[in-house]
């Protein structure tokens, strides 16, 4: 079988290729339930088969909704685009006015879900969406309808003969899948995606994957996103197989079962292991407690290149009797960890990297397909603070504004049913314009310095990057969200989201009573320490650029909120709404 051009042709490459014998596997009860290949071709052909047979034609928009990833997921992606329908994958955390608007202008017909939870939601608006016909489960629900019902209506079946007419029919340049983005302001847009958008973003980040036949992934990120999607149909061309963990909580003990060779992460979460990391080692005594922070101050030091051979053998021995327990705890396997969806600190990529932990950051968007750069071990394809080369077949310049312009096989359609939004992000040379401010290094290696509509400028006219400086506070233990404010103010200034968990300890520690998040944060004692911290990383800027004021806010800034988008960037605006009375004292 050839390459595969369209995103259905993936599990069929693997059988046909190299069909393994666990292709996917997801946790029940405690117990791994593991997927052949054979397995995945043959349920997903019986549920577009099942499709047909519930009157599902080409171009029929089918929507898939799971809390967390799971091999149902990709059962429904196959079987609804092979059948020539368009999936179109929605947040769980979406708000149910967000799921009237996507489900009437995608004009759904089937809604697959993971739970009742969902299916009760999904229910709830059901009467404002004419188009919505029926919705499935995947959870075995008593008196619920089952995503089974359609597999097993599939295996009676004679459309068979017209499936494969259909399949066969398929161009890889049609849309494959439609995908609303979770935007930090306004409507969602949806992103029209072909097969060959995402099939061709496979193929050129295939020489960016550290890991070889019997490697095996662990999946967490929402598929609904087009990054952990697009991960999944690499892992199944790259013979992976892919296990999904069961929740964002249990993470560490899946890590330690499944022993990954490769993992994807979003920098909250690795600064989250890096707290984790940092707290044990906190705790210990002695020679031991020494010896940890030795190797973290070493580790602060690396860079790829231009250290001496005495700085080499050091960390060989910090590796060994440091850094080899912070692999364990990753399962002791990983080869690389793809990091992407928002900026990586550069410090905590450089203690990780010289951890003997392969953090391969990256940059794309969802309208990209979405990798457009990526670093990578191999050919002295790794510059610490960039996104490292951009991916064959996709043309990357810089704007005489800065802004990054990207041209290639996996730049969008377009936005549905938006042609004239379309045309403000795709220009006539067909650059997509991403938004976001960057340069080259070293004239090969792109970095990421901001979005272009975030930077503002205060009422003096000095211009503030608030992506970069917010990377730098949060380095602080005692920082767990921070938010650059002041456009058109005299002074920057941050609204700041506590580290809670830490912020308990120091106050025990201190013994400062602790008795709720709203009242913690208005202790003289507290604020005092948040000033030298602030004091701290002012040192990193310019005068023009340095915090004058800040509030603490009592809540924990959630995607559940409002705060945080799925992919866990700030809602910049809904932040200032919701904390306008905290804007008001800074500039008052």
């Given amino acids: 079988m050839n390459p595969p051009t369209r995103l259905f042709d993936f599990p069929r490459y693997q059988l046909s290729k190299k069909p393994l014998s666990v292709s996917l596997a997801s946790k029940r009860n405690g117990v791994w339930v593991e997927i ?52 179109v994958p929605v947040y769980p955390t979406a708000s149910e006015e967000d799921y009237i608007y996507i489900f009437n202008d995608a004009e759904v017909k089937i809604c697959f879900v993971s739970d009742k939870d969902l299916y009760d939601k999904v229910m709830r608006i059901q009467p404002h969406v004419p188009t919505l016909a029926r919705v499935y489960v995947f959870d075995d629900v008593e008196g619920l309808p089952n995503y089974k019902e359609v597999v097993d209506l599939g295996k009676k079946s004679a459309k068979k003969p017209e499936l494969e007419s259909i399949m066969q029919s398929i161009k890889p340049e049609q849309l494959a899948t439609l995908i609303y983005t979770s935007g930090t302001t306004g409507r969602p847009k949806g992103v029209m995606l072909s097969h060959q958008n995402i099939a061709s973003n496979v193929m050129n980040c295939t020489d960016r994957l550290p890991t070889s036949e019997g490697g095996v992934a662990l999946s967490f990120l929402p598929m609904c996103h087009i990054y952990e999607r697009m991960l999944n149909y690499l892992y199944c061309y790259n013979f992976v197989s892919i296990y999904y963990a069961e929740s964002l909580e249990t993470i560490g003990d899946n890590l330690r079962e499944v022993k990954p060779t490769i993992f994807t992460a979003v920098p909250r979460l690795l600064e989250k292991v890096f707290v984790k990391i940092m707290d044990k080692g906190a705790a210990l005594t002695g020679i031991k407690r020494a010896l940890f922070f030795w190797a973290v101050s070493l580790a602060e030091e690396y860079d790829v290149k231009g250290k001496s051979a005495i700085y080499h053998f050091k960390l060989k021995i910090a590796r060994k009797l440091i850094f080899s327990k912070w692999k364990e705890a990753l399962g002791g396997r990983v080869l ?216 603490l806010t009592p809540d924990v800034w959630s995607i559940e909120a409002g705060h945080l988008t799925p992919t866990m960037k700030l809602r910049r605006k809904v932040i200032l709404k919701l904390y306008d009375n905290l804007y008001k004292k800074i500039y008052a």
């Fill in 36 to 87: 052949s290949t054979q397995n995945y071709v043959d349920t997903a052909d019986n549920l577009s088969l099942g499709l047909m047979e519930l009157g599902i034609k080409p171009d029929d928009k089918i929507a898939l909704i799971s809390t967390n990833n799971r091999f149902e997921w990709n059962f429904c992606d196959i079987a609804i685009m092979q059948c020539g329908a368009i999936n």
């Fill in 336 to 551: 690389a960890v793809a990091s992407g969806a928002a900026a990586l600190n550069p410090r905590l990529s450089r203690i990780f990297l010289a951890a003997g932990i392969n953090i391969q950051e990256g940059y794309g968007l969802t309208e990209t397909s979405p990798v457009i750069a990526v670093n990578c071990p191999k050919n002295d394809g790794t510059r610490i603070g960039t996104v490292g080369r951009p991916i064959n077949q996709c043309e990357v310049k810089i704007a005489d504004d800065g802004e990054i312009l990207v041209k290639g096989p996996n730049v969008m359609m377009g936005y549905y049913k938006k042609p004239e939004l379309t045309a403000e992000v795709i220009d006539s040379d067909g650059f997509f314009h991403t938004g976001d401010i960057g340069e080259m290094v070293e004239g090969q290696y792109l970095k990421i310095t901001d979005r272009k509509k975030e930077i503002f400028k205060t009422s003096g006219g000095k211009y503030i990057t608030p992506q970069i400086m917010e990377n730098k506070f949060k380095e602080s233990r005692f920082i767990e969200q921070i938010m650059v404010i002041g456009e058109n103010e005299k002074h920057p200034a941050a609204l700041i989201q506590p580290d809670f968990v830490f912020l308990k300890q120091w106050c025990e520690r201190k013994g400062i009573e602790y008795t709720s998040n709203a009242e913690i944060i208005k202790d003289e004692r507290v604020i005092k320490r948040f000033q030298q911290e602030i004091d701290k990383y002012n040192e990193s800027f310019g005068n023009w650029e340095r915090i004058k004021k800040f509030e």
